[in-house]
Structure formats: C-alpha cells, structure tokens
C-alpha cells in the first residue's frame, strides 16, 4: 500500500466476500477430491485467520469514521 493510501471499509467488506467464496471453493475442492484434506485444512486455515484480521480492520475503519 503506498504511503497516503486511503483504506475504505467497503473494499474490506468487499474482500471479505471473496474470502467467503474462496471458502466455498476449497470445500467444493475438497469434496471433488480435486485437493487433499491435508491440503484443504491448511488453505482452510489460513482463510479463517485472514478473514479475522479483516473484521478487525474493518471495525477499527468503521469506529474511525
């Protein structure tokens, strides 16, 4: 992000949906046996701890304004 950048709490929601969606496809993945379990609980994983520090930054965002 460059220095001055403005973070807006709609693209952050907007982000999030993505999340959401990239969730579905893992587990659609996943059920396909197009991935590994091993695999999926890792992608998994990492999703719900980036989807976490997203909410966060949205309410610190929404509290701001």
């Not at 807006?8 to 590994?36: G, H």
């Amino acid at each position: 992000m460059s220095p001055g950048h403005v973070l807006d709490p709609e693209e952050c929601v907007l982000q999030f949906r993505r999340l959401q969606t990239l969730e579905y496809q893992l587990l659609l993945a996943r059920d396909l046996k197009l991935i590994q379990a091993k695999d999926y609980e890792k992608l998994s994983a990492q999703t719900v701890e980036i989807k976490r520090m997203l909410t966060v930054l949205v309410q610190k965002l929404t509290d701001e304004c």
